[in-house]
């Protein structure tokens, strides 16, 4: 029998890009304040973990964005898809 401990505050990187497509609908709202980051998600997109720890700190706004109407005026930097290819 072994202890595992608990954490609360510290951050995993999921698997795949599941977790992204689950909450699709959700954009954050950007605003003048902090920093806006919009980043392009695709049905294969991989290596969508590199942005993560940003969603920690207080000042930036990350969304995944899916469709077309998702991008709008405002965001500071718009961060193109890396695909996963598969054979």
Known sequence: MGLIP????IL????????????R???KPIGPSGVN???????AISNFTDLE????????????LFYPD???????????PRYQEYD
Request: hydrophobic share 45%; aromatic share 10%.
């Open 6 to 9: 608990f954490f609360q505050d």
């Open 12 to 23: 995993i990187d999921p698997e795949g890009s599941v977790v992204i497509q689950e909450d």
């Open 25 to 27: 609908g959700i954009l």
């Open 37 to 43: 980051i919009g980043a392009l998600g695709l049905p």
């Open 53 to 64: 720890a940003l969603t920690i700190e207080q000042d930036v706004v990350l969304n995944y």
């Open 70 to 80: 998702d991008l709008e005026e405002g965001y500071d930097f718009l961060d193109p």
